[in-house]
């Protein structure tokens, strides 16, 4: 099993930027592909960015691609997401999610593990 915590969600202005953590727990987590997904109010849950098990390969939704960054230190158990210039569309519950195996997946059906969801609330 995999537990995987969020943190670093809150409110901020258009332009601003936040850093989203993703604390994870368990057997092999290293070796598994992480993604971000987000959710807003009555909207599905839609793709942000992946980043597979060694942190060489990104992806990110067209949406958010230079703006946002994913990361992972597996020696801290830990992948993050830099959101810069940051817009009142991107606002939602952020999910970390993690995969069973260690190439990255665009689809949340691809995801075995999920965390409870941090805040993130950009102000026009």
């Known amino acids: 099993q995999v537990q995987l915590v969020e943190s670093g969600g809150g409110l901020v202005q258009a332009g601003g930027s936040l850093r989203l953590s993703c604390a994870a727990s368990?057997?092999?987590?290293?070796?598994?592909?992480m993604g971000w997904f987000r959710q807003a109010p009555g909207k599905e849950r839609t793709f942000v960015a992946a980043i597979d098990w060694s942190g060489g390969i990104t992806v990110y939704a067209d949406s958010v691609k230079g703006r946002f960054t994913i990361s992972r230190d597996n020696a801290k158990n830990t992948v993050y997401l830099q959101m810069n210039s940051l817009k009142p569309e991107d606002t939602a519950v952020y999910f970390c999610a993690a995969r069973s195996v260690a190439g990255i997946g665009k689809n949340p059906p691809e995801y075995a593990y999920w965390g409870q969801g941090t805040q993130v609330t950009v102000s026009s």
């Open positions: 368990g057997r092999t987590w290293g070796s598994r592909a």
